[in-house]
């Protein structure tokens, strides 16, 4: 029996390569992957219309938050982001 919204033609079963495709899907709309990642991305979405779909779907989602939400953030906000950031940064580099 199907949950209710659970549409049979919007489920698949995801292969390791999805998996991996979509472990790497946030880096990849952010422009931040090695150039050889981000090519076989580009060809797993060029034959699997399902990951093609959560991509452009996540696309919508940052479009949306962009140019949609734009509340002002507090100055003194920021600035404390961008030093914990600069922290984490400094934290996480391979020494």
């Keep these: 029996m199907q949950a209710s919204g659970d549409l049979p033609h919007r489920r698949f079963r995801m292969s390791k390569e999805c998996r991996q495709t979509i472990t790497y899907l946030y880096g990849y709309v952010d422009g931040e992957l090695e150039v050889e990642t981000e090519h076989r991305l580009v060809n797993h979405f060029s034959y699997c219309p399902p990951c093609k779909n959560i991509e452009i779907v996540e696309r919508r989602v940052r ?24 922290i984490e940064r400094q934290r996480l580099r391979p020494q």
Excluded: N
């Excluded at 479009?63 to 600069?86: D, Q, S």
């Design 63 to 86: 479009y949306t938050i962009r140019h949609h939400l734009t509340e002002e953030v507090p100055e003194v906000f920021m600035e404390r982001l961008k030093g914990r950031l600069a």
